[in-house]
């Protein structure tokens, strides 16, 4: 990406293109966990829907160069929006990755999104993540609702991947003897925001 400016994409490629930011996004395992724990909230699929849109406007409406790093910024303030910190490396790989399939599209080869396409989607390690069981069951109404801070994340990862470091509050957290990490609800500490 030497010279001036960025190179743009043929009109005829931003459908395949949008195609795949979706699925390199829906591969990125970090992002699927939070989505699918909602760390972000109800909207946590809307948030990864606007991340989409974010990416695909990143690339087609930047006249200027395109940097990784900024990319990077636009993909950790995502996760930040889902209340999932991400310290693995995974952000700048899927950063890589769509820089990658950007110059791949503008030069009209589609390889990695077909490869994608036929690629199984990752399963998320559910078994991997649960929800702590908290002290009053009184109001379970009302805590279904509120932020997820009663989880707990086991380290253990498929070996392609790297685990998550999912802290909504770092100094709450304590591991136990068997590697899985407690985030303390806040609530339980008197700290309430």
């Not at 724990?37 to 990143?58: A, M, Q």
């Not at 700048?92 to 990755?97: D, F, G, P, S, Y």
Request: charged share 30%; net charge negative; hydrophobic share 35%.
């Amino acid at each position: 990406m030497e010279g001036g400016g960025n190179r743009l994409l043929p009109a005829d490629a931003f459908p395949l293109f949008q195609e795949g930011i979706g699925l390199v996004l829906s591969r990125w395992s970090a992002l699927q966990l939070a989505v699918e724990n909602e760390w972000g909230g109800r909207d946590s699929r809307r948030k990864v829907e606007l991340l989409c849109s974010d990416i695909f406007t990143w690339f087609t409406q930047n006249k200027e160069q395109l940097y990784i790093d900024d990319l990077e910024t636009i993909l950790d303030e995502a996760m930040l929006s889902l209340n999932t910190q991400v310290d693995d490396g995974s952000i700048e790989e899927v950063a890589e990755r769509l820089i990658f399939m950007h110059e791949e599209c503008v030069d009209r080869n589609f390889s990695s999104i077909e490869r994608l396409r036929q690629s199984p989607r990752p399963q998320v390690a559910h078994a991997h993540v649960n929800q702590a069981a908290s002290d009053d069951d009184d109001d379970d109404d009302v805590e279904e609702d509120v932020n997820r801070n009663d989880m707990m994340v086991d380290a253990v990862q498929p070996a392609q991947s790297r685990p998550v470091n999912h802290q909504l509050n770092p100094e709450a957290t304590a591991e136990a003897e068997d590697g899985w990490v407690q985030v303390t609800s806040r609530r339980n500490r008197g700290t309430r925001n």
